[in-house]
């Protein structure tokens, strides 16, 4: 069975610099899709960014971007540059390939991240 | 801009009581999900439907019924709500090709 750990529960940083958020999952399928979402204080959840298990470069969207060591079964968040309104809850969720396109993700229990002037 | 809407966004419900959640897609898609989140928890599927008029249950379907009636359509059924059944509740949605899922704003869900 599929399984997504977060290990941080919370992280604090200052405004404008770079945090790192850490995610490791369990698979059996060769073929698996990897994800960030962001909940944010009103409980909106918001895609981010995705990753391909087949794919070697790392995603990358905006001042989001991923750091995939595959070997490691590990999908880390970076975010560059945080802003105020990066402050939320971050979840990262994975899809595995297979037979069954439809279904659903495995998340994680997320990593409150606040940022501070 | 794709679209999910969650009705109600709350509800009170009385134990024993039968609740159901609504969910409408204007996005077109095959792909629809239930999931809940528990207080500091992260998000767990309870039932999902890739097509009209068909179900299939998720990790933790006990207590739970859905029904698709049509594409845009998908409900979640508690006929019998229980204490532990308070939740937030998200509905989700998805195309075949799978690149982003889009969420609800959630239904807040307390039985008392």
């Known amino acids: 069975a599929q399984k997504v750990t977060q290990t941080q529960t919370s992280i604090s940083v200052v405004e404008k610099t770079t945090v790192t958020m850490d995610c490791v999952y369990e698979?059996?399928?060769?073929?698996?899709?990897l994800f960030w979402y962001k909940q944010t204080a009103s409980g909106e959840i918001v895609f981010l960014i995705r990753?391909?298990?087949?794919?070697?470069e790392n995603a990358t969207v905006g001042h989001y971007s991923l750091n995939f060591q595959k070997p490691k079964s590990s999908i880390g968040l970076i975010i560059t540059a945080t802003q105020i309104e990066d402050s939320a809850v971050y979840f990262c969720a994975m899809r595995e390939g297979g037979n069954n396109y439809a279904q659903g993700l495995t998340f994680g229990l997320g990593t409150r991240v606040s940022v501070f002037p | 801009e794709a679209a999910v809407t969650q009705s109600p966004r709350s509800k009170v419900a009385v134990t024993g009581g039968k609740v159901t959640l609504s969910c409408h897609q204007t996005?077109?898609?095959?792909?629809m999900y239930w999931y809940r989140q528990d207080t500091g928890h992260g998000l767990r599927l309870i039932h999902y439907?890739?097509?009209?008029?068909?179900?299939e249950k998720g990790d933790i379907p006990d207590g739970y019924k859905a029904s698709r009636p049509s594409q845009e359509n998908f409900s979640l059924i508690l006929e019998l709500a229980s204490l532990s059944q308070t939740a937030v509740y998200f509905c989700?949605?998805?195309?075949?090709?799978?690149?982003?899922?889009?969420f609800g704003k959630g239904t807040r869900l307390t039985v008392v």
């Open positions: 996005n077109n898609h095959d792909y």
């Open positions: 989700a949605s998805r195309d075949r090709e799978g690149t982003e899922v889009f």
């Open positions: 439907s890739y097509v009209a008029d068909s179900t």
């Open positions: 698979t059996r399928d060769s073929s698996y899709f």
């Open positions: 990753q391909d298990s087949y794919k070697k």
